[in-house]
């Protein structure tokens, strides 16, 4: 039974990994900018723009509270506009990375406004501009808790990758969907579970061991 299974089961963890790998890298890129400015823009910070925190704030919260397979079936049309199809995987990636960004920017925020204050006057003392206490300051002293919560999306994004496999975008949900619930196959749903545990495992401790290395106490 498992040699029959075990091609398709590399497939599927394959495919979770590359709609979860894409969409944090995605997500990453855009929620990046977004967290520093969500952190740095309101009045009399680093990069005063009180009416910026106004408008997004309220937008980043709205789209933290919509249930994410909600937001899936919603952003179908945008979905097409993107990679011409909302079925398979390289369609999931387009809701999972919606879904991450506005959380990945709260992270981020998070993390730098836990960040000294005095290191940043200490650096405005020595005569840098805003941007270079963002990437000379703010970013590497959030690096750890950055990274931490990079860690927490990625086993966020691999459950919902999950929750899309049901409606067709291939994976490790779609295999449990497929072959495990509709064949009555309690023995797949439980490989699959299994897989998804030590993806998870695997994914914590690589996140676990970065920020680790990232924290400058620990050297």
Do not use: C
């Amino acid at each position: 039974m498992f040699s029959t299974l075990a091609p398709i089961l590399l497939q599927a963890t394959w495919e979770t990994l590359y709609m979860v790998g894409v969409s944090l890298f995605l997500a990453t890129a855009l929620g990046l900018p977004l967290g520093v400015l969500l952190a740095t823009s309101g009045r009399g910070e680093l990069l005063e723009a009180p009416l910026f925190q106004k408008l997004i704030g309220p937008i980043v919260n709205a789209t933290r509270s919509v249930p994410f397979i909600i937001l899936a079936v919603a952003i179908i049309p945008f979905t097409r506009l993107i990679v011409g199809t909302s079925i398979g995987t390289s369609a999931a990636i387009v809701p999972l990375t919606v879904a991450a960004i506005p959380f990945i920017a709260r992270i981020i925020e998070g993390a730098i406004r836990e960040v000294d204050g005095g290191l940043i006057e200490a650096a405005q003392a020595m005569g840098a501009r805003p941007l270079q206490v963002v990437s000379k300051v703010l970013l590497p002293e959030a690096l750890p808790g950055i990274i931490h919560g990079l860690t927490l999306t990625a086993v966020t994004l691999i459950g919902y990758s999950a929750m899309v496999g049901a409606v067709g975008a291939g994976g490790l949900g779609d295999l449990g969907i497929r072959y495990g619930y509709q064949r009555f196959r309690p023995d797949v749903m439980a490989l699959v579970v299994i897989t998804l545990i030590v993806v998870v495992q695997a994914v914590q401790m690589l996140g676990d061991r970065l920020a680790r290395k990232a924290d400058k106490r620990n050297i």
